[in-house]
């Protein structure tokens, strides 16, 4: 990886911002995709392994409501880790460098992912996916601030959903992986010695990776503000008065699509298991490598979307049609149903359209000095929110008596509300990445 050298990182003349090389524009984005990629194996990795783990290590106890409940835990876990990480991590971001708070990102998930192999009951799992949460959170406001620094101007709408992809990409590798090494209760500890590998770029980032040039000349006047008492801590700034109304309507756009993926969508996965693993392994891992295939084509899509219909428009747009096919894939086909892996492809590919839409869209509400913090504060809000919405999903798994497509069509109705939520708030679509207040 290209690196900067320190006496061309700010010119303390002109105080103006010296753009990277293009070499090392290139490894900001191939790590942020790897980085990103990563991170999409470790939330795919509990829809697919999350059955059987649970009999693995229930034995004689386990239950298809209990697995049901356990995998509704597994997530909550992963995601409360998520967004305390996404907030701690993301200020991290804000305070040592874009760069560096990534690698710390990728060594937490990796490492804690890997410890999973020798776990030997699943209350132990269970603290793990919250470790491993930590990392996944941090990751994404970092990497999504870098990107945005590191390439503006017209090409961000294809770079940013290029980001999102990676998180998908990543979810569709272990799909494949998964097809040709089955996940049974008797091999799922593989799996998890194959999460442990980012640890290497982890290091990698750590030592090699440029950092952000406008975040290195923000860190130089914001040191001189702080000096003379005028700049308060990037995390307590989001909540004054300048930047409130805006931290608020990015916390309300980040929750409805964070909460609908986690708490409807994914119980596809498990009910795809249910009913087709006695009869073919393999079935779980290709309905969640359509799934992903839609996915990483959607959240590629997702900014090129907003950017042509404008921010309200589309998100309105990709409610609605989210919604509408979400009921589709659990009340209109089911597993082992030729329908079935279609409608899968195509939900992962509305579904996740909105999450292109928040890579661009998030970092346009806030200046330079608190993106990382701002934007990982609204996108982990989310997911504080999406806890709270699997554990509920869980106990509705219950009440419906372990039906699948009734808790997922149930959960599906999240997607409704941002067909009307998005015209309460502005029209951010002007971006700010280019000023800084």
């Not at 990277?20 to 795919?44: C, N, Q, T």
């Not at 597993?335 to 346009?364: D, K, M, R």
């Amino acid at each position: 990886m290209d690196s900067v050298s320190p006496n061309h990182k700010v010119s303390n003349h002109s105080q103006e911002v010296q753009p990277l090389s293009g070499r090392a524009k290139v490894a900001v984005i191939v790590a942020a995709f790897l980085g990103l990629l990563f991170d999409g194996v470790e939330l795919g990795m509990m829809p697919l392994a999350s059955l059987s783990v649970s009999i693995s290590l229930l034995g004689e106890r386990f239950t298809p409501t209990l697995g049901g409940e356990w995998f509704a835990y597994f997530t909550a876990a992963l995601m409360l880790g998520a967004a305390i990480g996404g907030i701690a991590l993301g200020n991290l971001g804000d305070r040592i460098g874009r760069s560096r708070a990534m690698g710390v990102c990728i060594l937490f998930y990796s490492v804690f992912a890997g410890l999973g192999a020798w776990v030997q009951t699943q209350e132990q799992m269970l603290v793990l996916r919250f470790m491993v949460g930590l990392g996944v959170g941090g990751l994404w406001p970092n990497g999504i601030a870098l990107v945005a620094e590191c390439w503006p101007g017209a090409s961000r709408p294809l770079v940013s959903g290029a980001m999102m992809a990676g998180l998908n990409v990543g979810i569709l590798s272990l799909s494949q992986a998964a097809r040709v090494w089955t996940l049974t209760e008797d091999s799922w500890r593989w799996l998890f010695h194959l999460a442990a590998l980012p640890a290497v770029l982890g290091v990698l980032v750590l030592v090699a990776l440029p950092e952000s040039p406008q975040w290195l000349q923000s860190r130089t006047k914001n040191q001189a503000e702080k000096a003379k008492g005028k700049r308060t801590s990037s995390l307590s700034e989001l909540f004054q008065p300048g930047l409130l109304r805006l931290t608020l309507v990015g916390i309300m756009v980040s929750v409805i699509p964070m909460v609908g993926a986690w708490s409807a969508s994914k119980w596809m996965i498990p009910w795809a298991d249910n009913v087709a693993g006695s009869q073919n392994i393999g079935y779980k891992a290709a309905t969640q490598g359509w799934w992903a295939l839609g996915a990483a084509l959607g959240s590629l899509a997702g900014a090129q979307v907003a950017f042509w219909l404008g921010r309200r428009i589309s998100y309105c747009l990709i409610s609605l049609l989210t919604f509408v096919i979400t009921l589709a894939m659990f009340q209109w086909t089911a597993p082992l149903s030729p329908s079935f892996h279609p409608t899968v492809f195509c939900q992962g590919f509305i579904g996740t359209l909105f999450f292109g839409w928040l890579a661009l869209s998030l970092p346009e509400l806030f200046p330079l000095r608190v993106r990382a913090t701002g934007s990982g504060l609204c996108y982990n809000s989310g997911r504080f929110a999406t806890a709270v919405g699997v554990f509920i999903a869980g106990w509705l798994f219950s009440y419906f008596g372990s039906s699948y497509p009734t808790v997922g069509s149930v959960c599906a109705a999240i997607y409704a509300l941002g067909i009307f939520a998005i015209w309460v708030v502005p029209d951010f679509s002007q971006s700010q990445l280019q000023s800084e207040p």
